[in-house]
C-alpha cells in the first residue's frame, strides 16, 4: 500500500501541499489538468525553485488572470455583517464554494473528499463565530484560493496513487495576523477548533504556520498515528511564503510503500474479571454484545485475588460504543466494574463476495496477502445449508473452496 508523510515541523498550509506534492515528482502538467476540471480558465498555479535555509523546495502560486494572490488575501473567513452588506460581492459563502465542486467535471472521489474538507471548515469556524456553517463567508480571492488548494492537494495525491495519509504533530506559530475582522492572535480561533484532538506543539515561532485551509486539509485527510514501517520511495518539500529565521520554513512529504497489505485503525478494549456467575450466561451476554455491534468478544481463565480462578471478559468495541457495551456488561454479569483503553489494530485488507455451490450462495469473505489471496467461507451461510440439505458442514465448506478455484 503507498502511504504518504506529512512532516510538519514548520506547519502546514495549502500552497506548501502543493509545492511538496510537485517536489516529490508529482508532474505540473498533470495537476492543472485536474484543476481545469473546475472550470476556470482564469486560474493557474506557478510552481518555482527555490530554497529555504539552503534546502532546495518547490513554491506554489496560485494565479488569477496570471497575477498571484496577494498574502494578505489569505483565505481566512469573514463573518462581519456590516462587511457582508458593503461588500456581498465580493465574498462565497460555503453553498458558493461547494456547488462549483459537485458540477466540476472532478473524478467523485475528489470531490467528496473536498466537499469533507470545506465542510469541516465551515463547521470550525461557524464554532467559533457562534453562527451556522451555511452563514460563514469566504473573501472571493481567499475562496478560490482554497478551492485550489484543497482540489489540488486531494487529486495530487490520488495521481500519486496515495492510498493512506500519516501525519506529524502540528507545530503552532505565535503573534498576531491581520484578517478581516483586524489583528487575530496566532494560532488563529479557527485553526484551533479544527485541531482538537490534534498532537500540536506550541512554538514562539512569530508567524502564522499553520493557516485554516492547512489545517483543514491535513485534520481531514491523515491519520497522526505513527507512520509505519515503509520502503521509501520520493521525498519532497514544499515552501510556505516566508523565510524564517527560525528554521527551514518548508513542508516536507514522503511517499513510499509499506512491506505489506495493511490497514490500520483504533478500538476500545473493555476488559472486567469475573469468578462468580453461572457459566451458562455466557453464551447469551456474547450474542448480546455481537449483536449490539462489538468487533470480537472472549473470555480468558485467569487466577484472581485470593487464588480465585475466574474469567477475563474482553470486548472490542468502537469508541462511541463504550457507555453502551459497559453498561450491557454491568446488567447482565456479576461483576461490579470494569477498565477499558484504546488499543491499535493493523488488518490485512478483505472484502465480502460470493460464490455458488451446489448447496447455494455462501459468501466468501477475501483476505489481501502480499502476493495472493485467502478465501474464508462465511460460518453462517455454510451452516445454513448443511442444514437446509442435510449434509456435513465440512462438505458445504469444501464445495465453497471448489467454487472459489473455479472463479
Same mark, same amino acid.
Not at 506548501?16 to 517536489?23: E, P, S, T
Not at 527551514?248 to 478500538?267: F, H, S, W
Not at 466468501?364 to 485467502?374: F, G, H, N, P, T
Given at each position: 500500500?503507498?502511504?504518504?508523510?506529512?512532516?510538519?515541523?514548520? &506547519?502546514?498550509? /495549502?500552497?506548501?501541499?502543493?509545492?511538496?506534492?510537485?517536489?516529490?515528482?508529482?508532474?505540473?502538467?498533470?495537476?492543472?489538468? %485536474?484543476?481545469?476540471?473546475?472550470?476556470?480558465?482564469?486560474?493557474?498555479?506557478?510552481?518555482?525553485?527555490?530554497?529555504?535555509?539552503?534546502?532546495?523546495?518547490?513554491?506554489?502560486?496560485?494565479?488569477?488572470?496570471?497575477?498571484?494572490?496577494?498574502?494578505?488575501?489569505?483565505?481566512?473567513?469573514?463573518?462581519?455583517? =456590516?462587511?457582508?452588506?458593503?461588500?456581498?460581492?465580493?465574498?462565497?459563502?460555503?453553498?458558493?464554494?461547494?456547488?462549483?465542486?459537485?458540477?466540476?467535471?472532478?473524478?467523485?472521489?475528489?470531490?467528496?473528499?473536498?466537499? @469533507?474538507?470545506?465542510?469541516?471548515?465551515?463547521?470550525? #469556524?461557524?464554532?467559533?463565530?457562534?453562527?451556522?456553517?451555511? @452563514?460563514?463567508?469566504?473573501? #472571493?480571492?481567499?475562496?478560490?484560493?482554497?478551492?485550489?488548494?484543497?482540489?489540488? !492537494?486531494? !487529486?495530487?495525491? @490520488?495521481?500519486?496513487?496515495?492510498?493512506?495519509?500519516?501525519?506529524?504533530?502540528?507545530?503552532?506559530?505565535?503573534?498576531?495576523?491581520?484578517?478581516?475582522?483586524?489583528?487575530?492572535?496566532?494560532?488563529?480561533?479557527?485553526?484551533?477548533?479544527?485541531?482538537?484532538?490534534?498532537?500540536?506543539? @506550541? *512554538?514562539?515561532?512569530?508567524?502564522?504556520?499553520? *493557516?485554516?485551509?492547512?489545517?483543514?486539509?491535513? $485534520?481531514?485527510?491523515?491519520?497522526?498515528?505513527?507512520?509505519?514501517?515503509?520502503?521509501?520511495?520520493?521525498? &519532497?518539500?514544499? !515552501?510556505?511564503? =516566508?523565510?524564517?529565521?527560525? &528554521?527551514?520554513?518548508?513542508?516536507?512529504?514522503?511517499?513510499?510503500?509499506?512491506?505489506?497489505?495493511?490497514? =490500520?485503525?483504533?478500538?476500545?478494549?473493555? #476488559?472486567?474479571?469475573?469468578?462468580?456467575?453461572?457459566? #451458562?450466561?455466557?453464551?447469551?451476554?456474547?450474542?448480546?454484545?455481537?449483536?449490539? &455491534?462489538? +468487533?470480537?468478544?472472549?473470555?480468558?481463565?485467569?487466577?484472581?485475588?485470593? /487464588?480465585?480462578?475466574?474469567?477475563?471478559?474482553?470486548?472490542?468495541? %468502537?469508541?462511541?460504543?463504550?457507555?453502551?457495551?459497559?453498561? $450491557?456488561?454491568?446488567?447482565?454479569?456479576? $461483576?461490579?466494574?470494569?477498565?477499558?483503553? *484504546?488499543?491499535?489494530?493493523?488488518?490485512?485488507?478483505? =472484502?465480502?463476495?460470493?460464490?455458488?455451490?451446489?448447496?447455494?450462495?455462501?459468501?466468501? +469473505?477475501?483476505?489481501?496477502?502480499?502476493?495472493?489471496?485467502?478465501?474464508?467461507?462465511?460460518?453462517?451461510?455454510?451452516?445454513?445449508?448443511?442444514?437446509?440439505?442435510?449434509?456435513?458442514?465440512?462438505?458445504?465448506?469444501?464445495?465453497?473452496?471448489?467454487?472459489?478455484?473455479?472463479?
Amino acid at each position: 500500500m503507498k502511504i504518504a508523510y506529512f512532516d510538519c515541523f514548520s &506547519g502546514i498550509s /495549502g500552497d506548501m501541499v502543493l509545492g511538496a506534492l510537485i517536489d516529490a515528482g508529482l508532474e505540473p502538467a498533470l495537476l492543472q489538468e %485536474e484543476l481545469a476540471k473546475l472550470g476556470r480558465r482564469d486560474i493557474s498555479v506557478v510552481f518555482t525553485d527555490t530554497s529555504r535555509h539552503a534546502i532546495a523546495a518547490t513554491r506554489a502560486e496560485v494565479c488569477i488572470d496570471n497575477q498571484a494572490i496577494a498574502p494578505l488575501q489569505e483565505h481566512h473567513l469573514d463573518l462581519s455583517p =456590516r462587511r457582508r452588506q458593503r461588500h456581498d460581492h465580493a465574498h462565497y459563502n460555503l453553498a458558493d464554494v461547494l456547488n462549483p465542486i459537485r458540477q466540476s467535471q472532478l473524478d467523485n472521489a475528489v470531490k467528496d473528499r473536498a466537499i @469533507q474538507v470545506f465542510e469541516r471548515l465551515a463547521k470550525a #469556524e461557524a464554532a467559533v463565530h457562534g453562527v451556522p456553517a451555511e @452563514q460563514v463567508h469566504l473573501h #472571493e480571492v481567499g475562496a478560490i484560493d482554497a478551492v485550489v488548494d484543497v482540489v489540488g !492537494a486531494i !487529486a495530487g495525491l @490520488q495521481l500519486l496513487g496515495v492510498e493512506q495519509i500519516y501525519a506529524s504533530p502540528l507545530r503552532l506559530g505565535t503573534g498576531f495576523v491581520k484578517c478581516a475582522h483586524g489583528r487575530y492572535p496566532v494560532p488563529v480561533p479557527g485553526v484551533l477548533e479544527l485541531c482538537r484532538g490534534i498532537p500540536c506543539e @506550541q *512554538t514562539d515561532i512569530r508567524a502564522e504556520l499553520v *493557516t485554516p485551509t492547512g489545517a483543514a486539509l491535513i $485534520t481531514s485527510l491523515a491519520s497522526f498515528d505513527p507512520v509505519p514501517p515503509m520502503r521509501q520511495e520520493r521525498v &519532497g518539500y514544499g !515552501a510556505g511564503k =516566508r523565510d524564517l529565521a527560525e &528554521g527551514p520554513n518548508l513542508l516536507r512529504l514522503r511517499i513510499g510503500e509499506t512491506a505489506a497489505q495493511l490497514e =490500520r485503525d483504533r478500538l476500545v478494549l473493555i #476488559e472486567a474479571n469475573i469468578d462468580d456467575m453461572n457459566p #451458562e450466561i455466557y453464551g447469551y451476554l456474547f450474542d448480546l454484545l455481537l449483536g449490539q &455491534g462489538a +468487533k470480537d468478544v472472549y473470555i480468558t481463565p485467569v487466577y484472581m485475588k485470593k /487464588g480465585r480462578p475466574g474469567n477475563l471478559l474482553s470486548v472490542l468495541v %468502537e469508541a462511541d460504543q463504550v457507555e453502551s457495551t459497559a453498561a $450491557t456488561i454491568l446488567a447482565e454479569t456479576t $461483576t461490579i466494574g470494569v477498565r477499558y483503553h *484504546t488499543v491499535e489494530r493493523r488488518k490485512l485488507k478483505r =472484502r465480502i463476495t460470493q460464490v455458488t455451490t451446489p448447496y447455494g450462495p455462501v459468501r466468501l +469473505k477475501v483476505v489481501d496477502l502480499e502476493k495472493d489471496e485467502r478465501a474464508v467461507p462465511e460460518y453462517e451461510d455454510c451452516a445454513a445449508l448443511a442444514r437446509q440439505h442435510n449434509v456435513p458442514l465440512q462438505t458445504v465448506y469444501a464445495a465453497a473452496h471448489a467454487a472459489t478455484r473455479e472463479d
